[in-house]
């Protein structure tokens, strides 16, 4: 099968999807700190305090785990252009709407597939 998407809109996809790793990957060394272990020294910080700062890295580290996802996610579809598959529903096979991939182009499936049908 032969996808509906030009050589352009692939290199523009391509491009879009390295600058979205990259911008990841940027914001997740920037929030290192906020992941590390929170102290709990009574005499440095108070109670309240100590729970706001494992609050914060709770946070930090799920942040952390959701940029992870989106880019394996990114290279997923960054594979699936090497492979000559990207703009294919993984699921079923369909073209995956143009208009669709524009919004994301990490998105792996139609929107039928997606929605469960």
Do not use: Y
Not at 58 to 80: G, P, V
């Amino acid at each position: 099968m032969k996808s509906m998407i030009t050589e352009t809109e692939l290199s523009a996809f391509r491009s879009q999807l390295l600058d979205f790793i990259m911008e990841l990957e940027k914001d997740d060394v920037a929030s290192t700190d906020n992941r590390s272990t929170v102290v709990l020294d009574q005499q440095s910080v108070g109670r309240l305090s100590r729970m706001d700062a494992m609050q914060q890295q709770a946070m930090a580290n799920a942040t952390h785990q959701r940029r992870l996802a989106e880019i394996a996610r990114a290279k997923a579809a960054l594979a699936r252009m090497d492979q000559g598959e990207f703009g294919w529903c993984v699921d079923c096979g369909e073209d995956i709407a143009l208009k669709r991939l524009k919004h994301d182009p990490s998105l792996p499936t139609c929107i039928t597939c997606a929605r469960g049908g």
